[in-house]
């Protein structure tokens, strides 16, 4: 039985970020907090545009972690209300708010002296002929 290869932090940030982008997540974004704390390498954060679709991304996120890497989330949280759902995979934890739950806690803000960038999704869209 051949083992999955282990991911570095950029590359699970970078794969949870395709998977929120493939559930229509808003405002997806990278902080590389290696230089600013000892319990995690990265946040990704993610905007759902109701309860119902951050249910849906954590779901997605979930599925394509276990499925294509089989790596599991330590912890889950908020599920139930999914008005913040929290998946820590150690190296790399998410965060998929409401817009009003990411205004209210402003996380990027709390961080805000830490590396980061905003996910695009780069597949160049197919042009109308």
Do not use: C
């Not at 590389?32 to 759902?48: E, S």
């Not at 790596?71 to 008005?83: A, D, F, I, N, Q």
Request: glycine share 4%; net charge negative.
């Amino acid at each position: 039985m051949t083992s999955t290869p282990q991911l570095t932090p950029d590359q699970l940030a970078d794969a949870i970020a395709e998977q929120a982008s493939d559930k229509k997540a808003a405002d997806i974004v990278v902080l590389d907090l290696r230089d600013a704390n000892a319990y995690t390498d990265m946040f990704v954060i993610a905007t759902g545009n109701t309860d119902r679709q951050v249910k849906a991304i954590h779901d997605g996120i979930h599925q394509a972690l276990k499925e294509r890497h089989g790596l599991y989330p330590r912890r889950v949280e908020g599920v139930t209300e999914s008005k913040w759902v929290l998946m820590d995979y150690l190296d790399v934890v998410v965060h998929v708010f409401t817009p009003e739950t990411r205004e209210f806690y402003r996380l990027e803000q709390l961080w805000g002296e830490v590396p980061s960038h905003a996910y695009e999704d780069e597949e160049p869209e197919a042009e109308a002929s």
